[in-house]
């Protein structure tokens, strides 16, 4: 069974450099999302794509992070100009859409960014 | 907009003790309803879900009713073991993106 795999599962950089990040959704599965978790809160949400279109980005999502899923498979996530607050877990979730809702959301191990 | 509250931790529990943690929700609509668990060096894993009001999800041995007129999913346990220790989270799902409390931390000993 692939779950849901995130890679690198640890990236440490300087600040103001770019990072990117990459999610491989259960094969099946045509809807992708990223969070972001920092220590001691709940993941928050940041975009989901259904397939390769991105339909919804949160604000927390700063015109410095871009994701993308070009052929509606893998995702990647890169934040440009990283600060120290960027410094978190990332998160990507994976899930087949349903009618009505409610479908569960898989997730991977996470990526954990420390920004220096 | 919509968001989840739940109890704050940490939690310690001894073996075999009655668990609740409470989550208390607000949403404009009918959302579903989640608690998704953070073992000890792992990823988040689904627990239970309902997706309905008066909905009872059930998992290994933990429960939770989806109560509309309170706006409540309360997890339950009635006997914890040691291997429940982890982060627990309270989640909600209306459209599309996913709500989730801060976590609360359980602890149980032997």
């Known amino acids: 069974d692939t779950g849901v795999s995130q890679n690198p599962r640890h990236k440490i950089t300087k600040r103001g450099q770019n990072v990117t990040f990459r999610c491989d959704p259960i094969?099946?599965?045509?809807?992708l999302y990223w969070y972001r978790q920092t220590l001691g809160q709940g993941p928050e949400f940041l975009t989901y794509?259904?397939?390769?279109?991105?339909?919804?980005k949160s604000r927390l999502l700063s015109d410095r992070f871009s994701a993308e899923r070009p052929k509606g498979s893998f995702s990647t996530l890169e934040i440009q100009r990283t600060e120290q607050g960027d410094s978190a877990m990332y998160l990507c979730?994976?899930?087949?859409?349903?009618?009505?809702?409610?479908?569960?959301?898989?997730f991977g191990p996470g990526t954990r960014l420390l920004v220096l | 907009g919509d968001s989840v509250t739940q109890m704050e931790g940490p939690v310690t529990l001894s073996e075999e003790a009655f668990l609740t943690i409470n989550c208390t929700y607000t949403?404009?609509?009918?959302?579903?309803l989640f608690w998704y668990v953070q073992y000890p060096g792992e990823g988040l894993q689904l627990l239970l879900k309902?997706?309905?009001?008066?909905d009872k999800g059930s998992n290994k041995g933990f429960e939770a009713t989806y109560r509309k007129e309170t706006t409540s999913f309360h997890l339950e346990k009635g006997s914890v073991q040691v291997s429940d220790s982890a982060v627990y989270f309270c989640a909600l799902s209306e459209n599309n993106d996913m709500r989730f409390g801060a976590g609360t931390r359980l602890t149980v000993k032997p």
């Open positions: 094969s099946e599965h045509n809807r």
């Open positions: 794509f259904q397939n390769e279109a991105q339909l919804e």
């Open positions: 309902a997706t309905k009001a008066d």
């Open positions: 949403a404009t609509g009918y959302p579903s």
């Open positions: 979730a994976s899930s087949l859409a349903v009618a009505g809702g409610g479908e569960t959301q898989y």
